[in-house]
């Protein structure tokens, strides 16, 4: 079960990743594929699947959530990521705002796979020194 668990999360990050780049990059580009119906649900269906995935990885690893000091940074990290993503695809008024928010919230994705892989808050300093 937790091999299954493990991979259905790895891909949905990276889907989740992937899409987010590719929604920005329209975003930027202001194209009217934004729009299209698959593209404003997808996202909302991959992010349940990582999250439900996420959940599924705890109950089966038996973590204690509010024990894990990396595991409660990954959590406040995934809500900024959610603020700065809503904030870069379609709450911030200017283009500035959505393009600093937008790079803001792909390095914050990428501090919390850091964080996935060492189980450590200092993310990818820990894999790296």
Request: glycine share 6%.
């Amino acid at each position: 079960m937790y091999a299954t668990l493990k991979l259905i999360h790895a891909t949905s990050a990276i889907l989740t990743i992937s899409g987010f780049v590719l929604r920005g990059f329209w975003m930027l580009r202001g194209s009217a594929l934004q729009q299209k119906p698959v593209v404003r649900i997808a996202p909302h269906v991959i992010d349940s699947v990582f999250l439900l995935s996420g959940i599924g990885l705890i109950v089966v690893m038996h973590l204690r959530v509010m024990q894990s000091d990396w595991l409660l940074i990954k959590f406040t990290a995934l809500i900024i990521y959610i603020v700065l993503g809503a904030v870069a695809l379609r709450r911030g008024r200017t283009r500035n705002v959505r393009l600093t928010s937008f790079i803001l919230a792909l390095l914050t994705f990428a501090y919390i796979a850091g964080v996935a892989l060492s189980k450590s808050a200092a993310s990818w300093l820990t894999l790296i020194l």
